[in-house]
């Protein structure tokens, strides 16, 4: 009976210990696995946004520019440099001028500027020459700075906790496709008024404030170009704040014109210069606007609006 208690005791005993092995191991294996569930659902890290090139560089180097400025001659200079295009470095100067890194001799002016250009590396064509005076310094006039980088974001790595929901997008995707297909969309849908989906203008007369590219110009100016340049167009040597008989020197006289208001002509006590505007249109090339001339003398006006339009049929 004695061995009988102790045989029992023992077994009990085996018993209890490999419960609690297995317990052991059980949470053990639990653990590993909430530890594992967690680093999956973890979000991946997103991709460091990263510079891209957006135009090459070309023309004139740094170098190449101080070369033709150390010869001091400012008709030689002119030759050398004016109608040339270049690429340079831009850095903010006094405010109202550029320095350019590698060039001595002369600094950098902007007849244009990208919104929110400051500073960096720039192809432009060089427009003037001015030479150094007892108060300034030697200064290049550039047609338009903005900077050949851009900032582009990598797209963000897909998580592993959207896995799941991509899959279940996928699945209702395949059963979509197995669904009868839907007549497609209008084409053109993305386009704005009176543009189409390459930014071309193919008409003129609805094309919409805002479809541009917004520009600084001459003066202080703030106004917007609009479309397409077409080939050999007068349009492309003007800028945004020049007066309309700069314009007319440099494109000519217009196919068709005249004035219209704005909405801020209807409001009560405005006295501001911009309730009217004087449409400029040119055939085979597109419309200009400006604002800012009186009502009966629109000559004093300047340009705010460039619309390129190689099929401008020159009437409004």
Known sequence: MKALNLSLTGSLALALLAAGCSTLQSGQKSSAESDAAKTAAAPAEPAAPKMVRRKPASGLTSEQVSQALATKNAAKIRSALVGKTVTVELAKGDGKSWDASGVDGANFACRASETGFDGGEVTAKVRSYKAA??????????????????????????????????????????????????????????????????????????VEAGSGRAVKGINGYEGEITGNPAKNSKFTSLQIGMPMKQVTDIAGQPTDQGAYVTGKAWIPFYFGSDRHRFEMTYKGQGRLIFAGGGMGDYTSGNLIWIIHNPNETGYR
Do not use: H
């Not at 290049?140 to 050949?148: A, G, I, P, V, Y």
């Not at 897909?158 to 839907?182: F, G, I, V």
């Open 133 to 206: 005076t007892k108060s300034q310094d030697a200064s290049l006039e550039l047609d338009n700075c903005s900077s050949n980088f851009a900032l582009e974001a990598a797209p963000a790595a897909q998580s592993a906790a959207a896995k799941p929901a991509a899959a279940a997008a996928a699945t209702t995707a395949t059963a979509a496709a197995a669904a009868p297909a839907a007549k497609p969309a209008a084409s053109g849908g993305a386009a704005k008024p009176g543009m189409d989906a390459q930014g071309n203008v193919i008409d003129s007369s609805k």
